[in-house]
């Protein structure tokens, strides 16, 4: 009764550890959760016990309130603790501040579920580290041969090159609140743009909670503290999503529209957001990357969840692994949180 397929189970609540006596990313309430980042379909108020790192705890203090959970167990990246008949330790995962992959430990049984992942450049958290472990279990929200990711690079200067042709048009840059938003601020300091950026109120204090953590993010100034928005013709607005197409943004001045998310390779999705100017910035592995990451973790099994599960699996049985999909209710695709 070893192996984690003994330990490991999903019902209604989500993934459930025996071993552990506890749910990982539960969609609803549960005695015992361990969180693995802080978006809404991952992170979520009302539980027990919660285990996550103090990073990812500060996100649901900010989101939930200082009560999202009656127990609140902060544990820093490396560290183990004991739970019932096992033990939890987080490692980055690269997605977001303060994202872990939790690894398992079990009768002589390593499983590491990856939470959402990625590998390519991003100075807002820590990156990605394998962990070899008996069970790899990934998500694959781009889990498909034709998602590819372009360098982030490329993507943020598409945004100044309109910005350099186009100087009388303020760009909106549409940007998940958490993770999303300070990736395209650091990002463009990297590219050497030195602006001011200014800020749709709701991106704020998760802006104030980063540069807490030491990720510089320069001079923000939020919308409502410019006098004339006329000025705003040449400069860069960050506001989330939603706020793309409402009141609030048809005050800006002869809007550029532009979209940083993952799904924007897909013209339908761009089209749906109404962004002139798609770039395709994601927090998450593309399809190169997570086969490198197969190969690096090398598990002797991997289990597939949280997205296009199908392509994965046969893939890494094609790689030599044991596989299989591990469906999970109540996850979503990440459009409407963090993507
Ligand atoms: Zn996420
Ligand atoms: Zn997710």
């Avoid at 945004?159 to 601020?185: D, M, N, W």
């Avoid at 030491?214 to 607005?237: C, F, N, Q, R, Y």
């Amino acid at each position: 009764m070893q192996h984690p397929r003994y330990w490991i189970n999903s019902n209604e609540n989500g993934l459930y550890c025996e071993a552990l006596d506890a749910y990982i990313d539960p969609v609803n309430p549960v005695h015992r959760a361990i969180i693995t980042h802080g978006h809404a379909d991952h992170a979520r108020p009302g539980h027990g016990e919660v285990y996550a790192t103090p990073e990812t705890m500060a996100i649901m203090r900010i989101r939930y309130g200082d009560n999202h959970a009656e127990k609140q167990i902060e544990l820093n990246y490396s560290n183990n603790i004991s739970l019932r008949n096992g033990s939890l330790m987080f490692k980055p995962a690269g997605h977001i501040l303060g994202s872990a992959q939790a690894v398992i430990d079990h009768s002589d049984h390593r499983l590491v579920l990856s939470g959402d992942y990625k590998r390519s450049h991003d100075p807002t958290c820590a990156a990605f580290e394998v962990t070899q472990c008996d069970v790899f279990v990934s998500e694959a929200t781009f889990g498909l041969p034709v998602f590819k990711h372009p360098p982030i690079n490329q993507e943020v200067n598409k945004l100044l090159t309109s910005l350099a042709l186009f100087p009388e048009r303020c760009h909106l840059v549409g940007v998940y609140a958490l993770g999303k938003c300070q990736r395209v601020i650091l990002a463009l300091r990297e590219l050497g743009y030195h602006k001011p950026i200014y800020m749709h109120g709701a991106l704020l204090k998760l802006c104030e909670l980063y540069s807490s953590y030491g990720v510089t993010l320069g001079d923000m100034i939020p919308v409502t503290e410019v006098e004339s928005l006329k000025s705003l013709a040449g400069e860069i607005v960050l506001a989330p999503p939603s706020a793309l197409h409402d009141r609030w943004s048809r005050k800006l001045p002869n809007v550029m529209t532009a979209m940083a998310s993952g799904w924007m390779q897909i013209r339908a999705r761009s089209k749906q957001r109404k962004a002139e100017l798609p770039l395709i910035i994601s927090d998450h592995c593309d399809w190169p990357e997570l086969l490198q990451t197969l190969k690096q973790v090398n598990p002797q099994e991997v289990w597939v969840t949280h997205g296009r599960e199908a392509a994965l699996v046969h893939q890494a049985q094609l790689m030599g692994y044991q596989a299989k999909a591990l469906s999970l209710i109540g996850r979503s695709d990440g459009d409407d949180d963090g993507e």
